[in-house]
């Protein structure tokens, strides 16, 4: 059992950085591979990336490789998103998963702990 809670969306222009974190809470921690998932204003849940429970593999949807970076420590229980060149694309509501298995899916049935997400939007 882990808590999730997200922070560090806002508000940025197109071509800028954002770095989201996943606080996480829970003995198991370590044990579950980590997820970001977005959502659009009446789009479907989209896989963005996953870390697995040891650092080891990492997967990235298309649509963000090359621009974003998916990175945990261990040390804080903290899980990262670092997103950069952003495109208002980009712009949904960002969700950090965890996941009872060593490498996290790319589909939201696979996670079965998520925080409250949090906003980001990026202007044109």
């Known amino acids: 059992q882990v808590q999730l809670v997200e922070s560090g969306g806002g508000l940025v222009q197109a071509g800028g950085s954002l770095r989201l974190s996943c606080a996480t809470s829970?003995?198991?921690?370590?044990?579950?591979?980590m997820g970001w998932f977005r959502q659009a204003p009446g789009k479907e849940r989209e896989f963005v990336a996953q870390i697995s429970a040891t650092s080891v593999i990492i997967t990235y949807g298309d649509s963000v490789k090359g621009r974003f970076t998916i990175s945990r420590d261990s040390a804080k229980n903290t899980v990262y998103l670092q997103m950069n060149s952003l495109k208002p694309e980009d712009t949904a509501v960002y969700y950090c998963?965890?996941?009872?298995?060593?490498?996290?899916?790319?589909?939201?049935?696979?996670?079965?702990?998520w925080g409250q997400g949090t906003q980001v939007t990026v202007s044109s």
């Open positions: 829970g003995r198991t921690y370590s044990t579950y591979a």
């Open positions: 998963a965890a996941a009872k298995s060593a490498v996290g899916a790319t589909t939201a049935r696979g996670y079965d702990y």
